[in-house]
Each structure stands twice: as structure tokens, then as C-alpha cells.
């Protein structure tokens, strides 16, 4: 019997897995596939990022330092008002990288991480969970005193604990062109239905092209216009869901969900890795696999620290949605040096956004 089955290991299922080990309980991760594959993800994220990682992690996975973003309210060579910081805002890094240095921290420290391994089936008793795992030998029933779902955007976890669904799953599409590209600003353009279009310089590794936006928004076709107007080559891509507003609960009697399971994301960007690692920790520090009462702790914990932020960045989001020429006269009212933080929409309040503010006066 372990302690913690952990189902999923992106960067919240590591994060959890090595916390959770370093605290000494016994952790199995399983992994449906190949640790960091598919890709689909920008790896667009805060400096934040580097208080999660281990030595020589910021050497091996950092692509590109951003400074700011132009924002357009038409596509590609439109007018554009830029939003920028003197130090840097952002990192590019390489994602795949990313989940395998988390997943590598995580075995360091003891935790059993298992690959091709895919959870089928969760089932709750009174004082353990027995979850059902596919493998490349056959099927396994394994035990654990709790499970905790970091499946991402359609957790099975979350289906079989019967806990609600986010809110809304928007869908990403991604492509690359290789052509090395070091400018220091990524490029948003406000050109789609109730989300955004965005260009990223990715260093040696390229330029990648993006959008979102609720499913059945043409996202395919806008994305093939997008990628023909900036007259790029894009020879990958690939696509993925993100979930968007938390359900009312995360946890159940001896389940809980962490990251995109859980919709631990920004309503505004659609960035989960920062928001998922941190609900990892919280998770980790909270909750007593001996003690289902510590499930509420974790609840609790996790929406303190992110929810004021998650419902301002629903907020920020509504602003993709307002009539063009509204669009224009807010960013032209608002644009120049910033002094918020990408992942805190709250520090739009902040002494550092009033001084960034003051010093453009
Ligand atoms: C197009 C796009 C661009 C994005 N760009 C950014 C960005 O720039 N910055 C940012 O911060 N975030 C970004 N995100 C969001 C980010 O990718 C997610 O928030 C993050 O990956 C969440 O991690 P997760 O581990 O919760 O989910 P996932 O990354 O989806 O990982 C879940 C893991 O669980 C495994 N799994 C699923 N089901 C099972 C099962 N039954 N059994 C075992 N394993 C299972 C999967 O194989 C996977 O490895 C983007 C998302 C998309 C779609």
C-alpha cells in the first residue's frame, strides 16, 4: 500500500510526487506515455519558474528572455501598443525538458515513477483507493490511502471520483518554424472569439505561432490565416485543451486534484505550469494521506493563494471581448512600462504598477 498514487506526471504530478516523498511518504507516479510527450504547450513563463527547478535546470531548458508584449487589435502588421518591463517579464523554455527535469527531481528523492502506465479505473473505500492501471505487461490493480489526479485538462481521475467539471475548455493550437529568431518581445493579437492569436521568438529553437478559443471558433482555419499572414513556415504543430475556471471542488473523500485536472490556470493567458506547481505544494504541505480531514486543508489553501487571482484574470480576459475601437483607446490609454507581474493580475494594484505608472507621467 503506498501513501500517494500519483496519476499524471506533468509538472504538477512531479512537483507533488517530490514534495510529497521529501515529507517521506511512499509516491507512485503513473504516466500514460513518455514523460513530456506530446507536446502542447509554449513554455511561456514567468522567472518564477526557476524557484521550482534544480541545478543547471535554467542552463539546459531556457530559450529565450522576454521583455514585453505588443499588443494588436488587428492580425500581423497592425499598429501595435507595447507593454514592457526594463528587466525581464518572461522566460521561453523548452516544455518537454521541463517535465523531464521535474520528473527526474522527483525519483531522486525516492518517488517510483512509472511510464506507459495508464490509469483506467479509481475506486474509493473507506480507507484506501485501488486504481486500475493499464501497463505494457498487462493490468494492475494497485493500492494507496489516497490518489491524487494531475491527468490534465480530461482527467479520468477527475471522472471517476465523480467530482465537477472547469468551467470551460478552450482549445490551442500550436505550430513552429525553425528559422532562429532572438527578439525579445512576443507579439498578441486580440483578433479571436473571447481569447487571443500570439507569435513567440523561441532563440535557436524558432518562432512558434499560436491561438485559442472556445471549440467550434474555426480554430483550425484562423490558425492556417494567422500563420499565411506572417508569411511563416511552419513545419510542426501540435494542439491541445486548456481548462479554464476551477469546479466548486477539487477533492473528495480520499481524492484530490492538482494543475489543469484541477483548472489551476490563468483566465487570461491560459498558463497553468506556475499555478499547477503551486497547488502542488500546497497540496504536498496540507494534506496527511492518513487523515482525509487534511483534503479541506488543501481546498482551502490552494484557493487563498490563487483564487483572488484566477477570478481578477476573468476580469482581464472579458477586456478580448470589448468592441474594437474601445479595444484601441484602452490600450493606447494603457500601454508603455509595466510593473505587474504576469502571473498576479492583483499586481495591477501594486506599488511597483503605480511607480511604472508615475515615472511614464
Ligand atoms: C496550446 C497551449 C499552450 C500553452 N502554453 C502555456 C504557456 O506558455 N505557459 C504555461 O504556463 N502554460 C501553458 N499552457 C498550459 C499548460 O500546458 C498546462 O497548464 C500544464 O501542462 C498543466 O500540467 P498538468 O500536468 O496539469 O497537465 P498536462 O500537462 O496535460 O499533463 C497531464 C499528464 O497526465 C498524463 N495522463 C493523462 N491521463 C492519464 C491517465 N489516465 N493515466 C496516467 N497518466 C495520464 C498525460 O499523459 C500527461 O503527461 C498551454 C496549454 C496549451 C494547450
Redesign the pocket.
Known amino acids: 500500500m503506498f501513501d500517494f498514487v500519483v496519476?499524471?506526471?506533468?509538472?504538477?504530478?512531479s512537483r507533488f510526487a517530490r514534495r510529497a516523498a521529501e515529507a517521506g511518504h511512499s509516491v507512485v507516479v503513473?504516466?500514460?506515455?513518455e514523460v513530456g510527450e506530446p507536446l502542447?504547450?509554449?513554455?511561456?513563463?514567468s522567472t518564477d519558474l526557476w524557484a521550482f527547478t534544480g541545478e543547471g535546470a535554467r542552463e539546459a531548458l531556457l530559450q529565450n528572455e522576454i521583455y514585453g508584449a505588443r499588443f494588436h487589435v488587428r492580425g500581423p502588421g497592425s499598429d501595435d501598443y507595447p507593454f514592457y518591463k526594463e528587466s525581464v517579464v518572461s522566460n521561453v523554455i523548452d516544455r518537454v525538458g521541463l517535465d523531464r527535469h521535474l520528473a527526474d527531481l522527483a525519483r531522486e528523492v525516492g518517488a517510483d515513477v512509472r511510464e506507459n502506465?495508464?490509469?483506467t479505473a479509481v475506486e474509493e473505500h473507506h480507507d484506501r483507493v485501488a486504481v486500475t492501471v493499464s501497463t505494457p505487461d498487462g493490468t494492475e490493480t494497485v493500492e494507496a490511502r489516497m490518489v491524487a489526479g494531475?491527468?490534465?485538462?480530461r482527467s479520468?481521475v477527475r471522472t471517476e471520483l465523480g467530482l465537477p467539471e472547469p468551467d470551460e475548455l478552450l482549445h490551442?493550437?500550436?505550430g513552429f518554424d525553425e528559422t532562429a529568431d532572438h527578439e525579445d518581445f512576443v507579439d498578441v493579437h486580440l483578433t479571436v472569439p473571447r481569447f487571443f492569436a500570439w507569435r513567440i521568438p523561441r532563440g535557436e529553437a524558432g518562432v512558434e505561432y499560436?491561438l485559442?478559443a472556445p471549440p467550434g471558433a474555426d480554430v483550425p482555419d484562423r490558425f492556417d490565416r494567422l500563420v499565411s499572414d506572417y508569411g511563416a513556415n511552419v513545419t510542426r504543430r501540435c494542439?491541445?485543451?486548456?481548462p479554464i475556471g476551477p469546479p466548486s471542488t477539487v477533492t473528495s473523500r480520499r481524492g484530490f486534484l492538482i494543475?489543469?485536472?484541477a483548472a489551476q490556470?490563468k483566465p487570461f493567458t491560459?498558463?497553468?505550469?506556475?499555478y499547477?506547481m503551486t497547488g502542488a505544494d500546497h497540496a504536498a504541505r496540507t494534506i496527511d494521506p492518513g487523515d482525509p480531514s487534511t483534503l479541506a486543508d488543501y481546498e482551502a489553501a490552494w484557493r487563498d493563494d490563487l483564487g483572488t487571482e484566477i477570478r481578477l484574470g476573468r476580469w482581464v480576459r472579458r477586456a478580448y471581448s470589448l468592441p474594437e475601437p474601445i479595444q484601441r483607446l484602452g490600450l493606447r490609454a494603457t500601454a508603455g512600462e509595466i510593473g505587474v507581474h504576469m502571473d498576479r493580475p492583483t499586481s495591477l494594484f501594486s506599488l511597483d504598477q503605480l511607480r511604472a505608472w508615475l515615472s511614464r507621467s
Open positions: 496519476v499524471g506526471a506533468g509538472p504538477p504530478g503513473f504516466e500514460a506515455g502542447a504547450c509554449s513554455g511561456h513563463v502506465h495508464a490509469v494531475c491527468d490534465g485538462p479520468k490551442g493550437v500550436l499560436g485559442a494542439s491541445g485543451a486548456i494543475g489543469d485536472a490556470t491560459g498558463g497553468g505550469i506556475l499547477g
